[in-house]
Structure formats: structure tokens, C-alpha cells
């Protein structure tokens, strides 16, 4: 399989741990992109990659979030003292250029 | 930013029946894309489509850009057809080009036998 894969697909953690999840992008895709999904909403963007700079990131982000793309490969996306608000299914898409975003299955994160 | 409007919230159908899906966005685009966001929560990639019209299958689409409207076409509706189907747009003219993608907030469409 080709496509965007994440890791893990479910995450379930105590408010104030710390938590990190993994996107693998299509390789041969430059542009990267992490996704917040709340129920009943649509995603809504959180950041994204060009290669391995961080070229944008959303007001949603706080600074308890944190992205990296390394060596412009794969992303991790870390959220350290995790609160309730924080339960989210976190999406990761890629693409070439401007093009069409495909989107990986995406992580459910409940903080408990 | 751009806003993206989906119409209608929620659709119910019959086996068999036909469909149409409207998505209103508040700026220029330089991206379209319509999604199906399956029972597991992945999207499913439905069309690229900016502007122009497009078929594959059952489906088509047709983006208006210069009105700013595009409409998902879904004909002889099957009950794997039901999901949230996601119209999302980027490159505004406000916004850096090409980058973030800005959702609809969905149609839930059910197919009945």
C-alpha cells in the first residue's frame, strides 16, 4: 500500500502526559499537512511542510503543539501536557505541489 | 479566511435515487476537492476539481469558480454511498497558495434500502 499511513490509529492517555503520532507521506509527495477533526465538524488545518520546513501554522496550534519534519520524509506531531480539549482524530494528508491532498486513516486521541 | 458552505446538512434517500450536493466557498480558489469520509473516519478522495466538471462512475462534480459554487452529482444511489461528504477548498486570495485546505462542514448522506 501506497498511500499515507499513520501511527498509531488510537490513542488513549491521561490529561498531562505527553503523546506523539507519526505520518508517513506518499513518497514522493514534498508537501505535508496535519488536520484536526472534532465530532460532527469537519477537519479544520493545523500546519504543514514543504520539504522539511514548517512553512505555515494555524492559530490552533498552541505552544503545547509541536510538528516536525525532519529530513522531509515522515512527521511526528507531539502534544505535550495533554488536555481533555485535545481528544481529536488528528489527520495527516500530502500531496505534490498544489495539487490533490490524499489524506492518511488518521489517529483518535482520547485524553481521559 | 475563506468560508465554505455545504448544503444540505443532511440528506436521506432511497436505493436507487439521485443526488445533488452544493458547496458555496466566499473567495477565489485555486483548490477543490470533495471527499467521502467512510464510517472509520477516512476521506476518501472523490475529485480534484478547481473548476471545470468531471465524471468517474456514478459520480460527477462541477465547480462554477467564477460564481463560486461547485456541486457533487451522485446518481443511482447505493447504501455504500452513505458517509459525510466533504467539500474543502484553499488558495484563497488572502491565503498562502496551495497550502491549507478549509473544510465545509459536511452533508451526511444516508442511503436506505
Known amino acids: 500500500d501506497t498511500g499515507v499511513s499513520q501511527d498509531p490509529r488510537h490513542k488513549i492517555t491521561k490529561r498531562g502526559q505527553n503523546v506523539t503520532f507519526r505520518c508517513d507521506p506518499i513518497?514522493?509527495?514534498?508537501?505535508l499537512y496535519w488536520y484536526r477533526q472534532t465530532l460532527g465538524q469537519g477537519p479544520e488545518f493545523l500546519t504543514y511542510f514543504q520539504n522539511e520546513a514548517q512553512l505555515e501554522k494555524s492559530r490552533l496550534l498552541s505552544d503545547r503543539f509541536s510538528a516536525e519534519r525532519p529530513k522531509g520524509s515522515f512527521s511526528t506531531l507531539e502534544i505535550q501536557r495533554t488536555e481533555q480539549g485535545d481528544s481529536a482524530m488528528y489527520l495527516c494528508?500530502?500531496?505534490?505541489?498544489?495539487?490533490?491532498?490524499?489524506f492518511g486513516p488518521g489517529t483518535r486521541l482520547l485524553v481521559l | 479566511g475563506i468560508q465554505v458552505e455545504q448544503s444540505p446538512p443532511d440528506l436521506i434517500l432511497q436505493e436507487g435515487a439521485n443526488s445533488t450536493l452544493r458547496c458555496n466557498f466566499s473567495d477565489s480558489v485555486n483548490n477543490l476537492q470533495w471527499f467521502h469520509q467512510n464510517p472509520w473516519g477516512q476521506l476518501i478522495n472523490l475529485f480534484y476539481i478547481p473548476s471545470g466538471t468531471k465524471q468517474n462512475g456514478r459520480l460527477s462534480a462541477t465547480t462554477v469558480a467564477t460564481e463560486r459554487y461547485s456541486l457533487l452529482y451522485i446518481s443511482s444511489s447505493q447504501t455504500t454511498d452513505s458517509g459525510v461528504y466533504f467539500c474543502a477548498v484553499g488558495g484563497g486570495s488572502r491565503e498562502t497558495s496551495g497550502s491549507r485546505l478549509t473544510f465545509g462542514e459536511g452533508t451526511q448522506l444516508t442511503v436506505n434500502p
Open positions: 513518497s514522493e509527495h514534498n508537501r
Open positions: 494528508a500530502s500531496s505534490f505541489e498544489f495539487v490533490t491532498q490524499y
